[in-house]
């Protein structure tokens, strides 16, 4: 099995190649930039449902340390005061560190349901839903570099399933790069379940909807361009009075 730093180095270098092609296509250096961080903390998320070890608890601390500040934007566009900021900020950091990363210990097992396909889906749409912007381009970057370096973990396990010198395949395989599980069925109910209801969160976000419908209109070529009217300018009437105009008789 890849060890930490097999997954770290692996969704790095991804990143990096998003960032490149990122900044090929336009987004801004900044942008790529995030985009490449994300990528390589998604290649760590998959060890998330490890019972113990320092890659857990580091993940744990980053996730807690880097959502909060992809949501800054946001909770300053809600227009919360600087003071209210910081402790939505806080709380965030507390509920992800404590709550959230405790329970989802005790929820989940190793190469379980958080090993598979509709997982990463589930964290990219997570994070196009919590990053900040108003355009939609920078949040699908970013949104996809995650599930790339999701992805990239889930690659890399299902490859070391595989015993390339006595040319046979490991119990392992298939634990990883999945859609569902056969051992219990709560997991495959939770886990579609959350992409039903991340998927219709995602529909009904202002942003995402407007520029998924754009995007799809340029795409289909349905996008009509702009007409633009030619205003006349009114010329005045002269030599005219209000005793010229004609009276109409009762």
């Known amino acids: 099995m890849p060890g930490f730093t097999t997954h770290i180095s692996a969704s790095a270098t991804l990143g990096a190649g998003a960032a490149l092609a990122g900044y090929s296509a336009g987004l801004p250096l900044t942008t790529c930039a995030v985009g490449a ?44 005061d600087r003071e209210s900021v910081v402790l939505a900020l806080a709380g965030m950091y507390v509920l992800i ?41 920078p949040r699908a970057f970013k949104a996809g570099a995650v599930v790339i370096g999701f992805l990239s973990h889930l690659v890399l396990d299902e490859l070391a399933s595989i015993d390339l010198f006595r040319l046979k395949v490991k ?57 633009e009217l030619e205003v006349q300018p009114l010329t005045p009437v002269t030599g005219a009075s209000l005793r010229d105009v004609p009276t109409v008789p009762r």
């Not at 903390?41 to 500040?69: F, K």
């Not at 405790?102 to 196009?128: D, Q």
């Not at 859609?179 to 209801?197: C, F, Q």
Request: proline share 5%.
């Open 97 to 137: 560190r404590f709550g959230l990363g405790e329970w989802f210990k005790r929820v989940t097992v190793h190469r379980g349901m958080w090993h598979s396909i509709p997982a990463a889906l589930n964290v990219g749409i997570i994070a196009l839903l919590i990053c900040s912007g108003e355009d939609i381009l």
């Open 171 to 227: 119990e392992s395989s298939g634990t990883a790069l999945k859609l569902w599980t056969t051992k219990h069925w709560w997991p495959n109910v939770l886990t579609y379940g959350l992409l039903a209801v991340l998927l219709f969160s995602a529909s009904q976000h202002p942003v995402i909807r407007e520029g998924t419908t754009a995007w799809w209109a340029r795409v289909s070529g349905d996008e009509r361009p702009a007409v």
């Open 37 to 80: 961080g994300l990528c390589t903390i998604g290649g760590m998320l998959p060890d998330l449902d490890g019972d113990t070890g320092v890659p857990v608890r580091e993940t744990v601390h980053l996730v807690a340390a880097v959502v909060p500040v992809l949501m800054l934007g946001s909770l300053q566009a809600a227009g919360l």
